[in-house]
């Protein structure tokens, strides 16, 4: 299968660095967008979401003693975002768009997916498909899972709930 053409992706993410120079200027609002939009693209659990998501103000003691006309801790931001964004679309426009993986029918595990390692979903689809006993079922899905935090369990949740 043949990776996607990136155009629309190029095109989103150049409006996400158009967004940082706009005055005024909502770091937090800009990330969420931008990793609303990275998910989409490469998956939630995408190291470059990673990256926008650790995007954050220095505000300690040392950096804010430096005033000897180091740049603003939000321009700071914004230059991450745009090294990011920059190597996204140098990215996409080497490889392509990634290809969209086929959906296994399996509604619950299709939520799942986005929040897990290829591996991990892998290893759950095996699990949902064996012959075990639900509690011994159960007990190895806990296992595989118990590495994400609060926010991605609750979102998982919510996303099959709305499959």
Not at 4 to 19: G, T
Not at 26 to 38: C, G, R, V
Not at 51 to 73: E, H, K, M, V
């Amino acid at each position: 299968m043949q990776p996607e053409n990136p155009a629309k992706e190029i095109a989103l993410i150049r409006d996400l660095i158009l967004r940082l120079d706009q005055k005024p200027f909502d770091l937090q609002a800009w990330k969420t967008n931008t990793m609303m939009i990275l998910g989409r693209i490469f998956g939630e659990n995408s190291r470059k979401v990673e990256l926008i998501r650790a995007i954050q103000p220095d505000y300690s003691s040392w950096s804010l003693r430096d005033t000897s006309g180091r740049i603003s801790q939000t321009d700071e931001c914004r230059k991450m975002g745009h090294e990011v964004l920059d190597a996204v679309i140098a990215e996409l426009e080497a490889f392509g768009a990634p290809v969209k993986t086929e959906t296994t029918g399996n509604r619950a595990l299709e939520a799942i997916e986005s929040f897990v390692t290829v591996r991990q979903s892998k290893e759950l689809a095996k699990i949902m498909e064996s012959d075990q006993g639900a509690e011994e079922k159960e007990l190895q899905m806990s296992e595989i899972l118990k590495g994400l935090d609060q926010v991605d369990l609750l979102a998982m949740v919510v996303k099959m709930l709305n499959v």
